[in-house]
């Protein structure tokens, strides 16, 4: 392939980025500044250099180093397990989340690459440079960047394997939810395993195809079989959500690299007894 098409079609960098790394002939083969149509060979070591001055860093507030739980990390972004109860970013200035804490844990600010909601605990995506993060946000559109969540529901689905697609929408009524709108709702797409029977819950996986927010907790209270412990969609109180994301995959974007992570949920198994002994 050309070195267009590498850059374009197989590290999926953006086209703001790309007219950066053309400009400033920050491109080079094997050392060496070449043609954007120039064609890569095997073995050849292709290098970008990126210029922090291309972009504009915000400044957050400090956060705490020590909350940060890290999965796995490198130059270029870091996985961490979030705790519940906790917001993966601030909604107000003078707010700390996830974000804050994993920035200072990092030294400079970070961005985040998709949303936990505050219940939720596991396994979360933060970059650790602007270069990176458009490129991230292309893996995660198209899906590929996988997901898998633990969630404890009330009864049995009919079927060992389900999808649901029900389109999703806001709550006119409350501005916290969301509901199924198929005319004016958003595609979404939950695939869903049952995992284990108990005697009034299931324990079952959900494989995100898209990310809508309250996704799985709206598809599953929907269809009959609201989350334990879902301050909003069940109204059966439990010490947490019993909604976990515990494993993460992705193909490192420019090492290629096949990373899994699985994230612990000491509160997540606590409840998970609790809730299913006899």
Known sequence: MTVKEALEDYFLIPRKIRHFLRTKKHVQVNG?????????????????????????????????????????????????????????????????????????????????????????????????????????????????????????????????????KDKLGRDRHDRRKRIVDPRKGLYAETHVTILKTFKRTSLVNCQLQTGRTHQIRVHLSHHGHPIVGDPLYNPERAPRLMLHAHRLRLSHPFTLEKIQVEAPSASFEKGLKEQTSP
């Not at 001055?53 to 270029?76: I, N, R």
């Not at 970070?110 to 596991?122: A, F, I, N």
């Open 32 to 164: 060496e500044t070449v043609h954007w149509q120039s064609m890569l060979q095997a073995g050849d070591q292709l290098t970008l250099t990126f210029d922090p001055e291309d972009y504009e860093e915000k400044d957050l507030l400090a956060g705490d180093a020590s909350l940060v739980e890290t999965l796995y990390e490198d130059e270029h972004l870091i996985i961490v397990n979030k705790p519940e109860g906790m917001k993966t970013h601030a909604n107000q200035p003078d707010e700390i989340a996830l974000l804050n804490h994993v920035s200072t844990y990092v030294g400079k600010t970070c961005y985040v690459v998709h949303r936990l909601d505050k219940e939720t605990s596991g396994a979360l995506v933060f970059a650790k440079n602007p270069f990176v993060l458009p490129v991230l946000n292309r893996l995660l559109e198209d899906k590929k960047i996988q997901r898998d969540y633990w969630a404890l529901i009330l009864g049995s689905l009919p079927k060992k394997q389900l999808v649901y």
